[in-house]
T-cell receptor
Framework: GAVVSQHPSRVICKSGTSVKIECRSL??????MFWYRQFPKQSLMLMAT?????????EQGVEKDKFLINHASLTLSTLTVTSAHPEDSSFYIC????????????FGSGTQLSVL | KQEVTQIPAALSVPEGENLVLNCSFT??????LQWFRQDPGKGLTSLLL?????REQTSGRLNASLDKSSGRSTLYIAASQPGDSATYLC??????????FGAGTTVTVRA
């Protein structure tokens, strides 16, 4: 079946550094990818929708200058957390609709970001 | 804005007992509803998907019902096993494939 590969799975960084998270669709093309964030004991919250070849669409309250999204090809979307701070520590996960649209949403394995 | 609530937040049962997990949502105009399993530090595993026109779905020991008019879904897990211990997430999809998640129910099945 379709697979979405996300890495790194875990990253620890110092405050002020930038962290890039990659999400790849391995055997299908994804013109759209979704980025979610999950704080401990809370729901996954949609951050942004990544669109191949165009600007990402951000949800209300998400800083586009802080969470840079690039979807340069049909198989790769990246999320860069710029100038990370401890409050950005969270679980980030991507998903992409397969050929079945909403019936087939494939998820990456997630990235646990810890900012010291 | 769609709000998804899951009750209870945590559940601990002895092995063999049936599990009942509840999910409610505020906007009945949904595309579908999915139940996921999340293991610590890992991604999501899709368990069941119910289209908005359906009332229930079954897979093995799992059964999920959907009452769209009242904004409710229930996940039943029969004859629970220790391997069922995980966090179960309910997610509602809108027509643009965006998901609204509940906060999850963390299940512990005691051997």
């Amino acid at each position: 079946g379709a697979v979405v590969s996300q890495h790194p799975s875990r990253v620890i960084c110092k405050s002020g550094t930038s962290v890039k998270i990659e999400c790849r669709s391995l055997d299908f093309q994804a013109t759209t990818m979704f980025w979610y964030r999950q704080f401990p004991k809370q729901s996954l919250m949609l951050m942004a929708t990544s669109n191949e070849g165009s600007k990402a669409t951000y949800e209300q309250g998400v800083e586009k200058d802080k969470f840079l999204i690039n979807h340069a090809s049909l198989t790769l979307s990246t999320l860069t957390v710029t100038s990370a701070h401890p409050e950005d520590s969270s679980f980030y996960i991507c998903s992409a609709p397969g050929r079945g649209g909403a019936e087939k949403l494939f998820f990456g394995s997630g990235t646990q970001l810890s900012v010291l | 804005k769609q709000e998804v609530t899951q009750i209870p937040a945590a559940l601990s049962v002895p092995e063999g007992e049936n599990l009942v997990l509840n999910c409610s949502f505020t906007d009945s105009a949904i595309y579908n509803l999915q139940w996921f399993r999340q293991d610590p530090g890992k991604g999501l595993t899709s368990l069941l998907l119910i289209q908005s026109s359906q009332r229930e779905q079954t897979s093995g020991r799992l059964n999920a019902s959907l009452d769209k008019s009242s904004g409710r879904s229930t996940l039943y897990i029969a004859a629970s096993q220790p391997g069922d211990s995980a966090t179960y997430l309910c997610a509602v999809a809108s027509n643009d494939y965006k998901l609204s998640f509940g906060a999850g129910t963390t299940v512990t099945v005691r051997a």
